[in-house]
């Protein structure tokens, strides 16, 4: 029986880090720019977008702040 050492999560995580570093210096923002070059994004994934920056910038505040 087989079973994985790091979860399918703790994976991808991994070789996310991995491409932005040996790609971008580990940078997102021209990862982004460089995505939004090629496509265009639905008003939708705008806002989805939006949510994911917005619930990071208050996980941050509440790290910072021990709330």
């Known amino acids: 029986m ?3 050492l790091v979860s ?3 994976y991808l995580q991994s ?3 991995s491409f932005l570093q040996k790609l971008y210096g580990g ?3 021209p ?3 460089n995505f939004l070059q090629e496509k265009k994004l639905t008003e939708q994934e705008i ?3 939006k949510q994911l ?3 990071n910038k208050n996980d941050d505040n509440k790290s910072k702040t021990g709330i």
Do not use: G, H, R, V
Request: charged content about 40%; overall charge negative; cysteine-free.
């Open 8 to 10: 399918e999560n703790e």
């Open 2 to 4: 087989f079973y994985p």
């Open 27 to 29: 940078a997102i923002k």
């Open 47 to 49: 806002n989805e977008l």
């Open 15 to 17: 070789e996310t880090k």
């Open 31 to 33: 990862m982004l720019a």
């Open 53 to 55: 920056f917005d619930d």
